[in-house]
């Protein structure tokens, strides 16, 4: 049973940055498809990037140019690099684990973290 734990969420100035960080125990990020989903208050959860076992990357075109996705296997640890952050970027940001590439749906994953709330002020 893999679990998962998100951290570095927070309140944010338009414009900034933040880094989300996924802790994984239980299993191997390596060995999964990781991804990071958000959902926002009466909004549906959204896929926003995954990364592959052999490191390939995809984006949702709004994010793309602006997030960046990043794993530590030796940390056992996936990351999200949020720049340039907007108010529609404001949700609870969640990480999960899945055997399917590039996993842009919920159904694809099979484990999820709690979630970590990310707000963005105007």
């Known amino acids: 049973q893999v679990q998962l734990v998100e951290s570095g969420g927070g309140l944010v100035q338009g414009g900034g940055s933040l880094r989300l960080s996924c802790a994984a125990s239980?299993?191997?990020?390596?060995?999964?498809?990781m991804g990071w989903f958000r959902q926002a208050p009466g909004k549906e959860r959204e896929f926003v990037v995954a990364?592959?076992?052999?490191?390939?990357?995809y984006y949702q075109n709004s994010v793309k140019g602006r997030f960046t996705i990043s794993r530590d296997n030796a940390k056992n640890t996936v990351y999200l690099q949020m720049n340039s952050l907007n108010p529609e970027d404001a949700a609870v940001y969640y990480c999960?684990?899945?055997?399917?590439?590039?996993?842009?749906?919920?159904?694809?994953?099979?484990?999820w973290g709690p979630g970590t709330q990310v707000t963005v002020s105007s």
């Open positions: 239980g299993g191997t990020v390596s060995s999964y498809v």
């Open positions: 999960a684990a899945g055997k399917s590439y590039p996993g842009i749906r919920s159904g694809d994953y099979h484990y």
């Open positions: 990364i592959s076992w052999s490191g390939e990357t």
